[in-house]
């Protein structure tokens, strides 16, 4: 009997000494992932199965809202109003970690949202499901990848392409540019007023092959 006893201790010594290196391995790992994920420009958030914020990387605390980014999916649409590209409010079953849960990836989704000082910013999302050991949904990985001075940058450029196109049509004298074919690629105004002096000439032929005829 004493041998028995000596011998159930003993499994359930090792069995408790089993226990702890697992679980000392596993906050290891949770340390390790949550060192990398801090290391990521782009703001990272880790979700549980009812959508809620449970962990947050470095960047996505800088715009974390009054709730410290522990929102739910109703309070993220209250804190950040989200929206989509043409500024209608988002519905909440099309928001990405929403969709995430129903087992879709979702990759670079623009939307426009209220950031910490209630300024419009223009983000990509990108949001995937996590499963447990059983192969189940039981959270989602959501990145966030701020756009906004790109998107900010492109309108800049398409104002000074509209201006120098609005400058070019403006000017009293005509203007043709051809390439290297000699073949006319753009016109302004005054350009195709001449135009009207050839009209069966096709202008985008090398000119050797216009036939101009004569007036």
Do not use: W
Request: proline share 3%; hydrophobic share 40%; aromatic share 4%.
């Amino acid at each position: 009997v004493g041998c028995t006893i000596s011998i159930g201790a003993s499994q359930v010594e090792r069995a408790r000494r089993q226990s702890e290196q697992l679980a000392h391995s596993l906050a290891a790992e949770r340390a390790r992932l949550a060192t990398i994920i801090d290391t990521v420009p782009d703001a990272v958030s880790i979700h549980d199965a009812a959508g809620t914020v449970v962990q947050l990387n470095r960047a996505g605390q800088q715009n974390a809202g009054p709730q410290d980014g522990n929102e739910t999916l109703e309070t993220s649409q209250q804190t950040y109003q989200v929206r989509n590209v043409t500024g209608k409010l988002l519905p909440l079953e099309e928001f990405p970690v929403a969709r995430a849960l129903r087992g879709e990836t979702v990759t670079n989704s623009e939307i426009i949202f209220l950031d910490a000082e209630g300024l419009d910013r223009q983000a990509l999302l990108s949001a995937a499901p996590l499963l447990n050991s059983q192969g189940n949904i039981d959270g989602v990985v959501l990145i966030t990848r701020d756009i906004t001075d790109l998107r900010q940058s492109e309108r800049e450029q398409q104002k000074r392409a509209n201006e120098l196109i609005a400058t070019f049509e403006a000017m009293a004298d005509a203007v043709f540019v051809f390439d290297k074919q000699g073949g006319v690629t753009q016109t302004n105004a005054a350009a195709r007023q001449l135009f009207a002096l050839y009209p069966d000439v096709d202008y985008s032929r090398p000119q050797a092959e216009r036939g101009y005829g004569t007036l």
